[in-house]
């Protein structure tokens, strides 16, 4: 049972340079979500995505787009990719409202 | 606005003292409280929840949470920390309707020998 699973686990991109982040989950889950982790702030949602063809902005989506691509994935798209997107990035799923979620261990972006 | 404050973003404690991290929410009374443990280069896990079942909360690896509706307060403690316990340790609180959750900016433990 891998749980959430994400990649790449790092990479760096170059300011302006896109890419996507993957997630797929197992655990048959209706909710998952995107979190940014900065040093200091906790993790702050990016999107989320309620249940399968629906997606919806946190507290900072600039930037960034998502898609739902199936019950099972979620991915997070950098279109262009500034210095103030390095981060880590976690992507989590939930049964759903009010449980608890389950993370992915982590994408460490670095954009130079 | 629902909200958590963790007071300390650093403790220290010694091997088989006694571990407490502090956790303060927003005046509205939430009716669901977590705590998550992050281990170096990992994911969070989750450690403990509160439901309104009861205001004593057991968790994994010996933690325990106190809901204190007087005092706003989710503290997590520990009686007797491990080395094991070095982590980083998140309050977390979901938001009206539930989809949205809000962490507090975490606390890291310190396990000194």
Redesign the interface.
């Known amino acids: 049972n891998a749980g959430v699973t994400q990649t790449p686990k790092f990479q760096v991109l170059k300011t302006g340079q896109s890419m996507t982040l993957q997630c797929a989950q197992d655990m048959n889950h209706n909710s998952m979500y995107w979190y940014r982790q900065d040093p200091g702030m906790g993790l702050r949602l990016i999107y989320y995505s309620a249940s399968e063809g629906t997606t919806d902005k946190g507290e900072v989506p600039n930037g960034y787009n998502v898609s739902r691509l199936n019950k099972r994935e979620f991915s997070l798209r950098l279109e262009s990719a500034a210095p103030s997107q390095t981060s880590v990035y976690f992507c989590a799923s939930s049964p759903g409202v009010n449980t608890e979620a389950f993370f992915g261990q982590g994408t460490r972006l670095t954009v130079v | 606005a629902q909200s958590v404050t963790q007071l300390g973003?650093h403790v220290s404690v010694s091997e088989g003292a006694l571990v407490l991290l502090r956790c303060n929410y927003s005046s509205s009374v939430p009716?669901?409280l977590?705590w998550y443990v992050q281990y170096p280069?990992?994911?969070?896990?989750?450690l403990l929840?509160y439901t309104s079942a009861a205001t004593l909360v057991k968790g994994i690896n010996g933690f325990e949470a106190e809901f204190k509706k007087s005092e706003t307060s989710f503290h997590l403690t520990k009686p007797s920390a491990h080395m094991s316990d070095a982590a980083e340790y998140?309050c977390a609180v979901?938001l009206t309707?539930?989809?949205?959750?809000i962490?507090?900016?975490?606390t890291r433990l310190f396990v000194k020998a």
């Open positions: 973003s009716p669901y977590f280069n990992q994911g969070l896990q989750l929840k998140f979901p309707g539930g989809f949205k959750t962490f507090g900016a975490g």
